[in-house]
């Protein structure tokens, strides 16, 4: 828009400048509308350089963001194949949790809370899901602690994961053994 206006201008001034040439005005007692006319050109070429830069940005955001979706894709397509692969291991753990809840005697809203905790929810995350205070999360969870005789989250995580990621080799190289 604006470099529609400097356009105009510039047009103007330049109808204004060649009549009163033609009539004979020196071009000395023509400086101020001179100017003007510079000043809509110079106009006109610092809005198109910023509108080019601005296509440039434009251009270069389109493609960042078109490789984000990519590896968004990617990262999808990967999890979702992981979850196929280890569906059976997975149904088989999950089993195993809900065994290890029934010897720790929880209830059905501890369970909800110690598997969110597992899924890596903090208590408020998992009352806004629950729709429950975050009070009533935390001594559930304080409840679940003392029933499996562990003293927090971490040692809830560790103790069904810590021999499920056993890593295949350390990282000079040797095997670890599994136990």
Not at 46 to 72: C, G, I, K, P, T
Not at 102 to 107: A, F, I
Request: glycine letters at 6%.
């Amino acid at each position: 828009m604006s470099i529609l206006l400097f356009a105009i201008i510039a047009l103007l001034m330049a109808t204004d400048l060649t009549i009163e040439f033609r009539r004979g005005v020196p071009l000395g007692l023509q400086t101020f509308e001179l100017l003007i006319f510079l000043s809509a050109l110079a106009g006109i070429a610092f809005h198109w350089w910023q509108m080019v830069a601005a296509r440039r940005h434009s251009e270069d955001l389109d493609r960042e963001l078109a490789l984000a979706r990519a590896e968004v894709a990617r990262s999808t397509e990967d999890a979702a194949r992981w979850k196929r692969e280890a569906a059976d291991v997975l149904q088989g753990f999950g089993a195993a949790i809900d065994r290890q809840f029934d010897r720790w005697g929880l209830t059905p809203a501890e369970r909800e809370v110690a598997l969110l905790q597992l899924k890596g929810l903090r208590h408020k995350e998992i009352a806004v899901m629950r729709q429950t205070s975050e009070r009533t999360v935390r001594q559930q969870a304080l409840s679940i602690y003392r029933k499996s005789g562990l003293t927090g989250r971490s040692d809830l995580a560790a103790f069904f994961l810590e021999d499920v990621l056993l890593p295949t080799s350390t990282s000079s190289g040797v095997r670890a053994s599994s136990t």
